[in-house]
């Protein structure tokens, strides 16, 4: 069955930098597009950032350009997301999808915390 499991979340002063990481499995990793979405207490789920199978091309959310960045490992069926330049407004849940042709699967998602 499709496992996605996130890593990497946790609590970080604000201008400090975190790397989460979602390992999958139990698909063809390497043919899906794949992403991250978060969720802040009160908000709506958001796009943070998206990459192609190859990860030739990369997409991201005007609040993180330049600050984050998007990355994947097919050979370890891994998907990152580097944060840097950290900001409370960045405080929520932050979950790994699997976009690209249906169906599509959610992590269960990792707490990421920015306060000093």
């Known amino acids: 069955q499709v496992q996605l499991v996130e890593s990497g979340g946790g609590l970080v002063q604000p201008g400090g930098s975190l790397r989460l990481s979602c390992a999958a499995s139990?698909?063809?990793?390497?043919?899906?597009?794949m992403s991250w979405y978060r969720q802040a207490p009160g908000k709506e789920r958001e796009l943070v950032a998206a990459i192609t199978n190859t990860g030739s091309s990369t997409n991201y959310a005007d609040s993180v350009k330049g600050r984050f960045a998007i990355s994947r490992d097919n050979a370890k069926n891994t998907v990152y997301l580097q944060m840097n330049s950290l900001k409370p407004e960045d405080t929520a849940v932050y979950y790994c999808y699997r976009s690209g042709r249906p169906p599509h699967y959610w992590g269960q998602g990792i707490q990421v915390t920015v306060s000093s």
């Open positions: 139990g698909f063809t990793f390497s043919t899906y597009a």
